[in-house]
């Protein structure tokens, strides 16, 4: 199993700031089957990036990954006040499915 | 519309059993391998269960293996989740999860089981 490693567990900016999110993999991901996903309270993840650098339908482009093998990154470049949530990275190439624990991103 | 949709969650006593649907459209169902994720309140993304495309292989987290089984139903284009002797531990959101062409994730919008007597 892959195990993914979210870091910061939190993470405390202003809106404005830029936001770095880090995933990192116990071995390799295949870039194909990576994604990001953003989730606030009471609703399903949001995907926000696919293929390690691929931004989903209607996903700003202040919004990027980018990353290979074991080390991946999900960039927002200026904060706006809708981006303050939890943030999911998830690897599905290789069975099982996993998932990071998650960073949230919270207003200083 | 390329889309996921689940049903059947509700609330139901310790013990007792449940069965989600997840109703596909929009792709062809029967060419993809088909996942359940559950979040418990305030927790993160679980894995649940696979089922291969043709339904030949399945395979189980082993939080749920021996109480829960995956099936499916490719004339109808629909994903269950048979989920048995239900804990309170299982309370959480149920989400069906498929990568579709190039990789591209899609998720339904969940359905919620709640377990308490």
């Known amino acids: 199993e892959i195990v993914l490693t979210q870091s910061p567990g939190t993470l405390s900016l202003s809106p404005g700031e830029r936001a770095t999110l880090s995933c990192r993999a116990s071995?390799?991901?295949?870039?194909?089957?990576l994604a990001w996903y953003q989730q606030k309270p009471g609703q399903a993840p949001r995907l926000l990036i696919y293929g390690a650098s691929r931004r989903a339908t209607g996903i700003p482009d202040r919004v990027s990954g980018s990353g290979s093998g074991t080390d991946f990154t999900l960039t927002i470049s200026r904060l706006e006040p809708e981006d303050f949530a939890v943030y999911y990275c998830q690897q599905y190439g290789s069975s099982p499915i996993t998932f990071g624990q998650g960073t949230r991103l919270e207003i200083k | 519309q390329v889309q996921l949709v689940e049903s059947g969650g509700g609330v139901v006593q310790p013990g007792r059993s449940l069965r989600l649907s997840c109703a596909a459209s929009g792709f062809t169902f029967s060419t993809y391998g088909m996942h359940w994720v559950r979040q418990a309140p305030g927790k993160g993304l679980e894995w649940v269960a696979v089922i291969w495309y043709d339904g030949s292989n399945k395979f189980y987290a082993d939080s749920v293996k021996g109480r829960f089984t995956i099936s499916r139903d490719n004339s109808k284009n629909t994903l269950y989740l048979q989920m048995n002797s239900l804990r309170a531990e299982d309370t959480a959101v149920y989400y069906c999860?498929?990568?579709?062409?190039?990789?591209?994730?899609?998720w339904g919008q969940g359905t919620l089981v709640t377990v308490s007597s």
């Open positions: 071995q390799s991901v295949s870039s194909s089957y």
């Open positions: 999860f498929t990568s579709l062409t190039a990789g591209t994730p899609l």
